[in-house]
């Protein structure tokens, strides 16, 4: 089953850091590009990091880059995004995400999880 499992979101204090995860148990995307988005409360959702398929291509969204680190593991079919640095601005819900057609672009990705809370106090 298609299914993607965000897990690592939490609460931070500014400048900090948190990593996230996202699994996927089925198997399903290890031929897939990925990435991550977020959507902060009344806010459209944001393009965080873009990764190809094969992992030798990174993308990030200008709001993250220097900050943030995407990254994945075939092996274990597992996708990361390192958070550092972090900023109240960085609060939102973040999603992973799975497509064929790209990874620059919230678009460009088909498949989403369920989300995980990020919250970056002052």
């Known amino acids: 089953q298609a299914q993607l499992v965000e897990s690592g979101g939490g609460l931070a204090q500014a400048g900090g850091s948190l990593r996230l995860s996202c699994a996927d148990p089925?198997?399903?995307?290890?031929?897939?590009?990925m990435g991550w988005s977020r959507q902060a409360p009344g806010k459209l959702r944001e393009f965080v990091a873009g990764?190809?398929?094969?992992?030798?291509?990174?993308v990030y969204g200008s709001s993250v880059k220097g900050r943030f680190t995407i990254s994945r593991d075939k092996a274990k079919n597992m996708l990361y995004l390192e958070m550092q640095d972090l900023k109240p601005s960085d609060t939102a819900v973040y999603y992973c995400?799975?497509?064929?057609?790209?990874?620059?672009?919230?678009?460009?990705?088909?498949?989403w999880g369920q989300g995980t809370q990020v919250t970056v106090s002052s």
């Open positions: 995400g799975a497509g064929l057609s790209g990874f620059r672009s919230t678009s460009d990705l088909s498949y």
């Open positions: 089925g198997h399903t995307f290890s031929t897939y590009h």
């Open positions: 990764i190809n398929w094969n992992g030798d291509v990174l």
